[in-house]
Structure formats: structure tokens, C-alpha cells
């Protein structure tokens, strides 16, 4: 990942272990960027309504990158 991206907003498809889809997930940086270390187990994003959301490293399963926005 370079330096530069770090800190435009990434959007995500995220599906969870329990079967749910939650689109357009919205992070600054990169699930990978933000996730990255083994003391990090939470993230807040936001979901496609602008709602503030906490996930779980556990929970995820799959994260499609759809767009990168400036």
C-alpha cells in the first residue's frame, strides 16, 4: 500500500460469518492498513447511510474493494 493512500476513503462490500452483506462500507486507508498488527481486533467504519459501525477482524470473511474516493 502506498503512503499516499492511506488516507482516502476506501469502499468496501463486507460479508460476515453470520451470512450478512453489508455494502459500501466506507474506512479511511485500507481494511489491510487499518487492520494490520495483532493488537488491532476492531474497526469502526461507516455503513452506506453514514451510520457509525464497529466490525470485527473475526467477523469478516470477505472485503471487496469497490472504490477509492480522494
Not at 469502499?11 to 451470512?19: D, E, K, Q, V
Not at 487492520?35 to 451510520?51: F, P
Not at 473475526?58 to 477509492?68: C, G, P, Q, R, T
Amino acid at each position: 500500500m502506498n503512503k499516499k493512500d492511506d488516507k482516502k476513503v476506501h469502499i468496501y462490500h463486507i460479508t460476515l460469518t453470520n451470512g450478512e452483506l453489508l455494502e459500501n462500507i466506507r474506512i479511511e486507508g485500507s481494511l489491510e492498513w487499518n487492520l494490520s498488527g495483532i493488537a488491532v481486533n476492531l474497526i469502526a467504519v461507516e455503513d452506506g447511510n453514514g451510520k457509525k459501525i464497529v466490525l470485527s477482524k473475526y467477523h469478516i470473511v470477505k472485503a471487496e474493494l469497490v472504490n477509492i474516493e480522494d
